[in-house]
């Protein structure tokens, strides 16, 4: 039997529709320095589950072993006093179909578990939250985490604008340009109504908003402080900008619905490369040319696509 080492270790579960594959891809990379084919994945780096669409759940291993019978022993070190818990099976797995293990006997594992623990069981509303699963042929156990999906509130902002990102999206790309906040300034230099915006501040993200619209402005004011977030967004053109940032995420001005020109859209890229050390695009058609013509270098990509529409995500430094 093995427990955890001092130095702590995760396991994550995920969900996307085939459409958003390659953007949970994409994300993955970001977040983690790597991606998985399955729907479960163990890492060293410790993520909230809740600022990923695609994270389910996260596990921080506190013991490990061969079997359920190892899981059992160990959890008696637990002491939670008057404190009460609850154990979930966690239903994402790695197992083959034939040996996927029934919902009568996560019930009963659970339920074995809780009896080993030294503490008060509550299913409604306790202190700790246990998680056990199977990966890769051992068992886990540790604390649970599950994913808040704040991003659906943000859903109903008080301003939209009827081309604006899909709060998914924009959740994904704001992890995308900024996997670790820690000492990094962002910028939305294009930024709409401000659903990056408000995705980036719910997770921390130090980000300003900038937008050529005054109407627009107001609007991704509004909706930053309705959902009790901070930020400093500004009226004018992207030639203007003077401060430098580490990263832009630029939400590009599509013809399709804009009459922004090629020769405006190239202006955009080449003010991004002035102040930004990296920059993530968004645009509705692949301007590889565009991006180098810049003086941008691609350093990853997806294509986010909601049924018949597309978007490229681009990562440049």
């Known amino acids: 039997m093995n427990t955890i080492s001092h130095t702590p270790t995760f396991i994550y579960t995920f969900a996307c529709s085939d459409d958003e594959r390659s953007l949970w891809g994409l994300e993955m990379r970001s977040l983690f320095g790597q991606e998985t084919e399955s729907f479960i994945m163990k890492s060293p780096i410790d993520i909230d589950p809740s600022r990923s669409p695609f994270i389910k759940e996260q596990i921080e291993i506190m013991y490990e072993g061969q079997n359920l019978a190892d899981i059992l022993k160990q959890v008696e070190d637990i002491v939670l006093n008057k404190e009460t818990f609850k154990v979930i099976f966690v239903k994402i797995n790695d197992l083959a179909e034939a040996n996927k293990v029934s919902y009568e006997d996560r019930r009963i594992m659970e339920k074995d578990l809780g ?31 599950k994913n808040d999906a704040v991003w659906l509130l943000h859903m109903k902002k008080p301003r939209n604008y009827s081309i604006a990102l899909g709060t998914r999206l924009a959740r994904a790309v704001a992890n995308i340009a900024v996997p670790n906040p820690n000492g990094i300034h962002a910028i939305d230099p294009c930024c709409g109504i401000g659903t990056v915006l408000v995705e980036a501040l719910s997770m921390g993200i130090d980000i300003v908003g900038r937008d050529i619209n005054p109407q627009i402005v107001q609007g991704a004011r509004a909706n930053i402080a309705h959902f009790g977030y901070t930020s400093v967004v500004t009226f004018g053109d992207i030639s203007d900008i003077t401060d430098s940032y580490d990263v832009a995420i630029i939400d590009m001005p599509y013809n399709l619905f804009s009459s922004t020109t090629p020769e405006e859209q190239l202006s955009i890229l080449r003010h991004a490369r002035r102040f930004a050390s990296k920059v993530v695009i968004i645009t509705i058609e692949a301007m590889d040319d565009m991006i180098a013509e810049a003086g941008f270098v691609i350093t990853d990509r997806c294509v986010a696509r909601k049924r018949s529409f597309s978007r490229h995500i681009v990562v440049c430094t």
Not at 120 to 135: M, Q, R, W
């Open 115 to 145: 009896l080993h623990i030294n503490g008060e069981a509550d299913v409604h509303n306790p202190d700790h939250v246990f998680g056990i699963v199977t990966l890769g042929g051992r068992w886990y156990f540790g604390k649970y985490r």
